[in-house]
Nanobody, 121 residues
Framework: VQLVESGGGLVRTGGSLRLSCAAS????????IGWFRQAPGKEREFVAS????????RYTDSVKGRFTISRDNAGSTAYLQMNSLKPEDTAVYFC???????????????WGQGTQVTVSS
């Protein structure tokens, strides 16, 4: 089982990035893919999740209206479209497999290696 994140980078405030989470060796089926982020000196926090079969989504309040999570069932890839980025969005972003719509990182597994997102002011 492997999850690989990509798409991070450096952008200015107000810019956009699209993160990808490619899954291999796993049948996600009734699980969900979650995106989390961790800034230096802070705990890992929930960003968004999508239930793989139903397509239901959940977002943390701070990204609602700016971020959109989606998935490509055929390709086993999840995406996180991030618009109107703010400096406080700066973090390493991780994806993982877990229970549908859960925001608890302890319930997730098979974490990817993370991708750095830096938003300059």
């Amino acid at each position: 089982v492997q999850l690989v994140e990509s798409g991070g980078g450096l952008v200015r405030t107000g810019g956009s990035l699209r993160l990808s989470c490619a899954a291999s060796g796993i049948a996600i089926d009734e699980d969900a893919i979650g995106w989390f982020r961790q800034a230096p000196g802070k705990e890992r926090e929930f960003v968004a999740s999508i239930a793989w079969s139903a397509g239901s989504t959940r977002y943390t309040d701070s990204v609602k209206g700016r971020f959109t999570i989606s998935r490509d069932n055929a390709g086993s890839t999840a995406y996180l479209q991030m618009n109107s980025l703010k400096p406080e969005d700066t973090a390493v972003y991780f994806c993982a497999v877990g229970p549908p719509l859960s925001s608890n990182p302890r319930l997730y597994h098979d974490w990817g290696q993370g991708t750095q997102v830096t938003v300059s002011s």
